[in-house]
């Protein structure tokens, strides 16, 4: 067991142009800063260390050591979290349960100054996205980001309290954890089906948990795992200037990506996992997380050029080449469809979207939120035709020039985004005998599958979510798939670990920020805290006595705060939101 195996043998499977002989050390370069508005994140990195395999590192240049007084003992109170200058840069200063600790100030995500999010419980929740860093190691603890923050030495000496770092360390903003490399005599294969943000925080956990097998990603993908959130926000981004690590990364610590690898078939009980170009890989734990895929338009003419779908990054570019300056058309007003909406407001000759609602967002957001991003749309130019569908696209010489509705209305259409939700990519598996809801795969609370060995992950687990008494849910959030990577690696390496994460989402247009944590579905009724209108609100999703999610714009750290509370295991009640957010945030 343990051996890559092709058709013609065995095979020594590599990421094509690595040569492991002459393995690369890790960049040391941070990730610039990247605003919240930013149209791409940078790679994520920092220092680490090697075991295994692999030769040791040379100890880093520290450069010169730094310390400097920040406060006095005094000064802050317990539970409070401030923003100190150390010799030229800043640190984050928490003072919990009467001790001291200093963490980089910001978010290892895109950026977002800590000293605005949330305290509690031992842990540091951003404000924008809900990451969480572990409030004495600054390890992140939960995702979207994958680095953890730097730490710095603190002393109490005589009533002062004292930051000690040195310049090199102060410069970066985020910090590997340690990690692994693969041990030439251990032939354990765990192997990662799919290559999103489930996979990479999959592999990544097994190297900073000390697993020293074989680690293989195996991505019908031409690209290494990418922050793939930022397709429908920045449709013009290249893979490589997505990609969440680079080429250098995976080599050092031995985690073999495939690349343009799309499996067909899985037999569990031999433990094989059989492939698009023939080959087969035996494994001795698999995770599988291969996504959603766009669901098609099914209407006559939807095969005409120019009626797309958004997947890759290679989607991305066409669609943002053919819509400026013409006229484009997004059906469904998902997520996905306006913020694709949004991207070509200024940009394309005219936007249109058509959606079966009577509200954009409005299944999810309710009427109220729902109601007022229509308007911030319609003030960009972007006209909506709502309560309706297409029933056919009309092409000139194959190419799309018209959208017909179903009101007989014909829409100008030179390009035209189908964003109508996602299924499942698990037609492979139809033979697997793994257990199935809706196409997607039933974990427990470890994300194992009905099948020993086999785990599932991300758009494709249908899980136990704690929030919600354990009912088993399946959610298409970043967030989410990577915090189902992080657990179900710890439990392939048997650690016994359950589930338990917020769901926790935003989505940007126009340059506002709209966050929500929690799982709404099934809500009654929608409380408004604040002003729609101003855009300036934390709505609340409640079903009989119960808050079941929370959203908010312009009201940082509210939805932070929610989820922390989630977290904890308590409910907001109807009370709670009708008495305010000043009134429940004591509850933390």
Not at 367 to 396: A, D
Request: proline content about 5%; hydrophobic content about 35%.
């Amino acid at each position: 067991m343990g051996s890559l195996v092709s058709k013609k043998g065995s095979a020594n499977i590599t990421v094509p142009g690595r040569n492991k002989s002459s393995k690369a050390s890790p960049s040391s370069k941070p990730q610039d800063d990247q605003g919240e508005n930013s149209d791409i994140s940078g790679k994520q990195g920092g220092t680490n260390s090697s075991e295994g395999g692999a030769k040791p590192l040379p100890p880093p240049d520290v450069g010169k050591p730094i310390e400097v007084k920040v406060c006095k003992v005094s000064d802050m109170q317990d539970g409070e979290m401030r923003e100190v200058d150390v010799g030229g840069g800043k640190a984050l200063l928490i003072k919990e349960d009467g001790e001291f600790s200093a963490l980089g100030h910001k978010c290892t995500h895109y950026g977002a100054p800590l000293v605005k999010g949330v305290l509690c419980n031992g842990r540091v929740r951003c404000p924008w996205h809900g990451a969480c860093f572990n409030a004495k190691t600054g390890d992140i603890e939960d995702f979207p980001g994958l680095d953890s923050l730097p730490k710095f030495e603190v002393t109490v000496e005589n009533d002062n309290v004292v930051v000690k770092t040195n310049k090199k360390v102060l410069e970066k903003p985020k910090r590997m954890k340690e990690m692994s490399c693969h041990s030439p005599d251990n032939d354990t294969v765990y192997l990662i089906v799919g290559g999103g943000g489930a996979a990479i925080a999959c592999a990544e956990t097994l190297r900073q948990e000390g697993f020293k097998g074989k680690v293989v990603m195996a991505t019908k993908e031409p690209h290494l795992p990418y922050d793939r959130p930022k397709l429908s926000k920045a449709l013009d981004s290249t893979g490589e200037a997505l990609a969440l690590r680079d080429n250098n990364f995976f080599s050092v610590y031995d985690i073999e990506v495939l690349t343009e690898k799309e499996a067909t078939s899985v037999d569990c009980p031999s433990k094989v996992v059989t492939f698009a170009d023939g080959q087969t890989i035996a494994y001795d734990k698999l995770l599988i997380a291969t996504g959603g895929k766009p669901r098609p338009c099914t209407s006559p003419g939807s095969d005409l050029q120019n009626v797309c779908l958004l997947r890759s990054p290679a989607d991305g570019n066409y669609i943002s080449q053919q819509g400026r300056g013409k006229n484009v058309v997004i059906v469904g007003t998902s997520f996905i469809g306006m913020e694709v909406a949004a991207y070509f407001a200024g940009k394309a000759s005219s936007v249109s979207v058509v959606g079966v609602s009577s509200t954009p967002f409005g299944r999810v957001l309710g009427e109220q939120v729902g109601s007022i991003l229509r308007k911030m749309h319609e003030e960009k130019g972007v006209k909506l035709y709502m309560n309706s569908g297409v029933v056919e696209f009309k092409g000139e010489n194959g190419k799309l020039k018209e959208v017909v509705l179903q009101s007989g209305e014909t829409i100008p259409a030179d390009l035209c985004v189908v964003g109508i939700g996602v299924t499942p990519n698990t037609e492979f598996l139809s033979d697997s005998g793994i257990e199935m809801t809706n196409g997607a795969l039933d974990v427990d609370k470890t994300m194992q599958t009905s099948q020993d060995h086999v785990f599932a992950a991300g758009d494709i687990a249908h899980f136990p979510l704690p929030m919600a008494d354990g009912e088993k849910v399946s959610i298409g959030h970043w967030q989410l798939a990577k915090a189902h990577g992080r657990c179900a690696a710890l439990n392939m390496l048997g650690q016994g670990v359950e589930f338990n994460s917020v769901p926790f989402f935003w989505t940007m247009q126009y340059g506002k920020s709209l966050r929500y944590a929690g799982h709404g579905a099934g809500f009654e009724d929608v409380v408004i805290e604040g002003s729609l209108e101003d855009m300036q609100f934390v709505a609340y999703y409640v079903k009989g006595d119960d808050v079941l999610a929370v959203a908010s714009m312009n009201r940082d750290p509210v939805v932070a705060q929610a989820a922390e509370i989630m977290h904890s295991g308590r409910t907001l009640s109807r009370a709670d939101a009708e008495a305010g957010s000043d009134s429940w945030k004591s509850q933390l």
